[in-house]
Nanobody
Framework: QVQLVESGGGLVQAGGSLRLSCLASGSIFSINTMGWYRQAPGKQRELVAR???????NYADSVKGRFTISRYNARNTVYLQMNSLKPEDTAVYYC?????????WGQGTQVTVSS
């Protein structure tokens, strides 16, 4: 089993920054993909960014150039640096870890961007 604990959400004004963190524990295994997804009210959950254990990344078009995903493998932690935040970034952000055993999710952290 895998446990994911997110932190770093909150309320910020448009143009501001936040940094999300996700600590993974349990049966992680060294080869995995970690990522961030978000879900706004009335919308489907969508990929924000993900990073494989070797360091390759991909981003949603809506966040390219503003968000940066990174990971610290020794600490089983993934980060999402969010800059130039917009009101449309408001959502619950979920950490995800995928390995050969399955797909795991955190409990989510709220990010609210005021205009």
């Amino acid at each position: 089993q895998v446990q994911l604990v997110e932190s770093g959400g909150g309320l910020v004004q448009a143009g501001g920054s936040l940094r999300l963190s996700c600590l993974a524990s349990g049966s992680i295994f060294s080869i995995n993909t970690m990522g961030w997804y978000r879900q706004a009210p009335g919308k489907q959950r969508e990929l924000v960014a993900r990073i494989i254990s070797g360091g390759g990344t991909n981003y949603a078009d809506s966040v390219k150039g503003r968000f940066t995903i990174s990971r610290y493998n020794a600490r089983n932690t993934v980060y999402l640096q969010m800059n130039s935040l917009k009101p449309e970034d408001t959502a619950v952000y979920y950490c995800n870890l995928a390995n050969f055993r399955g797909d795991y999710w955190g409990q989510g952290t709220q990010v609210t961007v005021s205009s």
